[in-house]
């Protein structure tokens, strides 16, 4: 059984920091971790991607460059560094576990329970 809890999240100004973990248990080591988001209102979306095994990133367009995604192997955990936040990255924000890749995407089994991130003006 694999378990997801998150870590983080807050109030914070614009242009401010914060760093969102996802702690996972259970067998997790393999495949690739991402975050999403959702905001009020709109669908949920992709904001970035780890493997496990060789520490590929991938990055939303919207949060390329300011944000940094890590994992420690040995914790099991997964983080997100916010950086230059800006009012509209203001959501939910999920981490989630795709053991395995199928049909050109990775498919995302395992959910965090979400961490609620505000970004003031």
């Known amino acids: 059984q694999v378990q997801l809890v998150q870590s983080g999240g807050g109030l914070v100004q614009a242009g401010g920091s914060l760093r969102l973990a996802c702690v996972g248990s259970?067998?997790?080591?393999?495949?690739?971790m991402g975050w999403f988001r959702q905001a009020p209102g709109k669908e949920r979306e992709f904001v970035s991607r780890?493997?496990?095994?060789?520490?590929?990133?991938n990055y939303a367009d919207s949060v390329k460059g300011r944000f940094t995604i890590s994992r420690d192997n040995a914790k099991n955990t997964v983080y997100l560094q916010m950086n230059s936040l800006k009012p509209e990255d203001t959501a939910v924000y999920y981490c989630?576990?795709?053991?395995?890749?199928?049909?050109?995407?990775?498919?995302?089994?395992?959910w965090g329970q979400g961490t609620q991130v505000t970004v003031s003006s």
């Open positions: 259970g067998r997790i080591s393999n495949g690739a």
């Open positions: 989630a576990a795709a053991p395995s890749y199928k049909a050109g995407a990775w498919v995302y089994d395992y």
């Open positions: 780890i493997t496990w095994s060789s520490g590929y990133t």
